[in-house]
């Protein structure tokens, strides 16, 4: 069995559970929440089966998180599922768990964000952007003004992501007590209605994806756990308590929706974003300027959440030799992963840049599920493999909250690859690309260990 060259005390231990929180609210935090709410109300027409949606994938989302915090409690090093895989699977499906968090999983959705920043920025200022040159510059500059941050240490990149996160909750919380108090809602749209039958189990499903999509993101202070102090206590912690939290959150919003406006209002185009109809409805036109401005501060925090986990994975890969050296090399008191935040944020930029990103976050989800699947039965596999590790935490109810994961994983993979067949085959496609750097890498380093 190969030997593990990771030296998981590398990195100090300086995050505490508030940080830690901030970057796991802000990542999950995004747009799906103000945008997908629409889709459901058109597809199927009933408040309570939408909330109960939102509530079942709340449920789905703290299976995976109760089942990760075993699994970052006992290996409380950099790198979340990525080592997770490695310990339970072998090298090959963490250096394609990593391969896919660098090509798609973290960079592909910067790029997504920044750009979509920049339309939202643009919509506040009265400028002409017709060829789209000031979204792109936009977009580069939010990028790098973050990355700055986090290449200047966890200690500025820490006080950067928990002044976003609270600005964006706190903004939020705020758009939500201001309609209830000045707007002229009405708690009686969320009585069924039978204006639009759901169609069948199929829109339920679907509607199901566009909830995990929002709450996607659960897992990310994972990837920071080498440098988590006391992550026996801080990972659960953390994890389980912060997705408790967003589930809230999301629940009171789509309340506050229909609170403003009856589903079949929600439903009726343009839907995208539903935040904004309700801005409208219950405070005026030009409130929706500051949903507008919400949804800048909600994307600046995810993409500061990005920046600052992905590069943690590929610092632990090369840390574990599959990938070179070079990207384990630190800087600063905080010994800040330098080379690995300058390797992703490059690689966002080529993909701003060539505006070759949108199909890549489409395709990206299953590949995503598929990965968060895996780590969630590492959980049976070590502790079949290896009863004695110390385990600080143990996954509640098992084996059914891992089982209930998996199956719903299952269940959703499949449906994505029987509905979607094109971007699913492009999915497993990218995955499966890293096979040849794998092998060839291992080639090559196999050959300079034997000349060495």
Same mark, same amino acid.
């Given at each position: 069995?190969?030997?593990?060259?990771? !030296?998981?005390?590398?990195?100090?231990?300086?995050?505490?559970?508030?940080?830690?929180?901030?970057?796991l609210?802000?990542?999950v935090?995004?747009?799906?929440?103000?945008?997908?709410t629409?889709?459901?109300a058109?597809?199927?027409?009933?408040?309570?089966?939408?909330?109960?949606i939102w509530?079942?994938?709340a449920?789905?989302?703290?299976?995976g998180?109760l089942?990760?915090?075993?699994?970052?409690?006992?290996?409380?090093?950099?790198?979340?599922?990525?080592?997770?895989?490695?310990?339970?699977?072998?090298?090959?499906?963490?250096?394609?768990?990593?391969?896919?968090?660098?090509?798609?999983?973290?960079?592909?959705a910067i790029?997504?964000?920044t750009?979509?920043?920049a339309?939202?920025?643009? %919509?506040?200022?009265?400028?002409?952007?017709?060829?789209?040159?000031?979204? *792109?510059?936009?977009?580069?500059?939010?990028?790098?003004?973050?990355?700055?941050?986090h290449?200047?240490?966890?200690?500025?990149?820490?006080?950067?992501?928990?002044?976003? *996160?609270v600005l964006?909750?706190?903004?939020?919380?705020?758009?939500?007590?201001?309609?209830?108090?000045?707007?002229?809602?009405?708690?009686a749209h969320?009585?069924p209605?039978?204006?639009h039958?759901?169609?069948?189990?199929?829109?339920?499903?679907?509607?199901?994806?566009?909830?995990?999509?929002?709450?996607?993101?659960? !897992?990310t202070?994972a990837?920071?756990?080498?440098?988590?102090?006391?992550?026996?206590?801080?990972?659960p912690?953390?994890?389980?308590?912060?997705?408790?939290?967003?589930?809230?959150?999301?629940l009171?919003?789509n309340?506050?929706?229909?609170?403003?406006?009856?589903? *079949?209002?929600?439903?009726?185009p343009?839907?995208?974003p539903?935040?904004?109809k309700v801005?409208?409805a219950?405070?005026?036109?030009?409130a929706?300027?500051?949903?507008?401005?919400?949804?800048?501060?909600?994307?600046?925090?995810?993409?500061?959440?990005?920046?600052?986990?992905g590069?943690?994975?590929?610092?632990?890969?090369? %840390?574990?030799?599959?990938?070179?050296?070079?990207?384990?090399?630190?800087?600063?008191? %905080?010994?800040?992963?330098?080379?690995?935040?300058?390797?992703?944020?490059?690689?966002?930029?080529?993909?701003?840049?060539?505006?070759?990103?949108?199909q890549?976050?489409?395709y990206?989800?299953?590949?995503?599920?598929?990965?968060?699947?895996?780590?969630?039965?590492?959980?049976?596999?070590?502790?079949?493999?290896e009863?004695?590790?110390l385990?600080?935490?143990?996954?509640?109810?098992?084996?059914?909250?891992?089982?209930?994961?998996?199956?719903?994983?299952?269940?959703?993979? /499949?449906?994505?690859?029987?509905?979607?067949?094109?971007? /699913?085959c492009?999915g497993?496609?990218?995955?499966l690309?890293?096979?040849?750097l794998?092998?060839?890498?291992?080639?090559l380093?196999?050959?300079?260990?034997?000349?060495?």
């Amino acid at each position: 069995m190969e030997k593990t060259k990771r !030296n998981p005390s590398t990195l100090p231990r300086y995050i505490g559970w508030f940080t830690a929180s901030c970057v796991l609210v802000s990542s999950v935090v995004g747009t799906g929440i103000f945008t997908t709410t629409g889709f459901m109300a058109r597809d199927l027409g009933h408040p309570g089966l939408i909330l109960s949606i939102w509530l079942v994938g709340a449920l789905i989302a703290l299976a995976g998180a109760l089942s990760y915090s075993e699994l970052g409690a006992a290996f409380p090093v950099a790198g979340g599922e990525y080592a997770y895989l490695r310990r339970a699977y072998g090298p090959f499906v963490g250096f394609l768990s990593g391969w896919t968090s660098f090509s798609i999983g973290f960079s592909a959705a910067i790029a997504a964000s920044t750009v979509s920043f920049a339309v939202y920025f643009l %919509q506040l200022l009265p400028l002409d952007d017709e060829k789209g040159l000031l979204s *792109t510059t936009l977009a580069l500059a939010l990028l790098w003004s973050i990355t700055g941050f986090h290449l200047a240490g966890g200690g500025t990149g820490g006080t950067l992501q928990r002044n976003l *996160t609270v600005l964006k909750v706190g903004a939020i919380l705020l758009f939500i007590v201001a309609g209830l108090i000045v707007g002229a809602g009405d708690w009686a749209h969320l009585a069924p209605t039978n204006t639009h039958p759901v169609s069948g189990i199929g829109s339920y499903v679907v509607s199901l994806i566009f909830v995990l999509y929002a709450y996607s993101g659960w !897992n990310t202070s994972a990837y920071l756990a080498g440098e988590i102090i006391d992550p026996a206590r801080t990972i659960p912690r953390t994890m389980i308590g912060g997705t408790l939290f967003v589930a809230l959150l999301y629940l009171i919003l789509n309340g506050f929706y229909f609170y403003a406006l009856p589903v *079949t209002e929600l439903a009726k185009p343009p839907i995208l974003p539903v935040a904004d109809k309700v801005a409208r409805a219950l405070l005026g036109f030009e409130a929706s300027r500051f949903v507008t401005a919400i949804l800048c501060l909600s994307i600046a925090g995810a993409v500061s959440a990005m920046v600052w986990a992905g590069p943690r994975v590929y610092y632990a890969m090369a %840390q574990d030799g599959l990938i070179p050296s070079v990207f384990a090399n630190t800087s600063g008191r %905080q010994s800040t992963p330098i080379n690995a935040i300058l390797l992703q944020s490059l690689w966002a930029s080529a993909l701003i840049l060539s505006g070759s990103f949108e199909q890549l976050v489409i395709y990206s989800g299953i590949a995503s599920m598929l990965f968060s699947a895996l780590a969630v039965g590492a959980v049976p596999i070590l502790r079949r493999r290896e009863p004695n590790l110390l385990r600080p935490y143990r996954t509640p109810l098992y084996p059914f909250v891992p089982a209930f994961y998996l199956f719903v994983s299952i269940v959703i993979v /499949g449906s994505a690859l029987y509905e979607r067949p094109v971007e /699913g085959c492009l999915g497993i496609a990218t995955i499966l690309a890293g096979t040849p750097l794998y092998l060839l890498w291992r080639r090559l380093h196999g050959a300079e260990n034997r000349g060495s």
